[in-house]
């Protein structure tokens, strides 16, 4: 049988995620972070991540490296969510500048 997919982005995944696979995921967003905040992130790079942000609505189009950094941020804690950190969803919190 096949999937269906949802227009919904805010919908949930239909299948689990391996616990270990989100946790390599938020040990990544963690590293880009760092680098995009310390500007050794290669800028192409960092554009080729912030379009799929964009994509997903969850970055608008006339971003800055600080909106990048919070979008990677906020997505960070969602996965912690995700695998269990928190009871509930997180707010995003605003960067430091």
């Known amino acids: 049988m ?9 919908s949930s995944v239909p299948n689990p995620v391996q616990h270990r696979d989100a946790e390599v995921l938020i040990g990544i967003l963690a590293v880009l972070e760092g680098a995009i905040w310390a500007g050794s992130f290669d800028e192409q790079a960092a554009g080729k991540v912030a379009e799929r942000f964009a994509q997903e ?4 189009a ?7 950094r919070q979008a990677l941020g906020d997505l960070n804690q969602r996965l912690r969510y995700a ?7 997180p707010e995003s919190i605003p960067l430091p500048p």
């Open 2 to 10: 096949v999937g269906v997919m949802t227009t919904d982005p805010a």
């Open 62 to 68: 006339d971003y800055d490296r600080r909106d990048l």
């Open 57 to 60: 609505g969850l970055l608008a």
């Open 83 to 89: 695998a269990g950190e928190y009871d509930s969803p």
